[in-house]
């Protein structure tokens, strides 16, 4: 696989106290199975869909008890951590973890940008990221839902060198990031429908055979639907808290409803 341009989503992760009831939800909603856990690496537990890389998740480090709930980390592609943290800081963001090598698979990054976005940078190596996108079980897509778009706009656009076009809709601010020719990425502004005790955030959407039958599953295995289903031209989908209170989608890409909104 050829390495991916900068700034293009390649991977993701979560942290859960209860690891073994995460595997179960996520089995259950997306139908991922589950590799051995890496004690090498503090007990890192990768997902599967049809033998295919998708996510992974990890307990805490010993002496994190008192960590923020569990949320999705989503890692863009960097040919060079090192030179993205430093981009992060120039543009005013934060470093939460400075690039550190993960055995000879890459090397990682954790991030904030200054609207409070949590985020990470991956520079493969031997591990390349998804094995599977757009299609169910795998990452689709995912939107940056922020409080402060201007800050984010400026601030992901000279990190990872974003081209942006905005939907021509008086009502909606909503932004999409290309790295090169490719749509790599979502900008949404959080209004009041959200709590104010919820951070600016990443929101990965993860492809379905059945959004309906994906929400049945979260709620039958602890989750909770927060929005939707709902038909879009970009599929029928819904938001959802997993038992740990993780924000995740689940869209069905092959459902549209709609024309597609014009950009400019």
């Keep these: 696989m050829a390495s991916r341009p900068e700034g293009t989503p390649v991977w993701t992760d979560a942290m859960y106290r209860d690891v073994e009831r995460a595997k179960s939800f996520y089995g259950d909603v ?34 994190q008890d008192g960590e923020p709930q569990s949320a999705w980390c989503l890692y863009f ?37 200054p609207a409070g976005v949590a985020f990470g940078v991956w520079q493969a190596d031997k591990h390349e990221g998804f094995e599977l996108e757009g299609e169910p079980g795998g990452y689709a897509w995912a939107e ?13 656009t000279a990190v990872f060198g974003y081209t942006s076009k905005k939907v021509k809709d008086d009502k909606m601010d909503f932004r999409v990031f290309d790295a090169g020719s490719e749509s790599v990425l979502g900008r949404m502004v959080m209004g009041s429908e959200f709590p104010p005790e919820v951070p600016s955030y990443v929101q990965l959407y993860f492809a379905v055979d059945n959004c309906d039958k994906a929400v049945e599953a ?43 909104p014009e950009m400019e």
């Design 144 to 156: 940056v839902f922020t409080r402060e778009p201007a800050k984010s706009d400026a601030f992901f």
């Design 77 to 113: 592609a960097s040919p060079d951590a090192a030179a993205t943290a430093e981009k992060i800081k120039s543009a005013g963001g934060t470093v939460l973890m400075e690039p550190m090598a993960v055995g000879d698979f890459g090397t990682m990054c954790l991030a904030k940008d």
């Design 218 to 260: 979260a709620e039958r295995g602890g989750g909770r639907k927060v929005f939707g289903p709902m038909d879009s031209p970009f599929g029928r989908f819904a938001a959802i808290l997993d038992p740990e209170g993780a924000a995740f989608a689940v869209i069905d890409m092959k459902t549209t409803v709609g024309d597609m």
């Design 30 to 63: 997306l139908g991922w199975t589950f590799g051995e856990s890496s004690s090498e690496y503090g007990n890192y537990t990768q997902a599967y869909k049809n033998g295919k890389a998708v996510a992974a998740v990890v307990p805490p480090m010993p002496g």
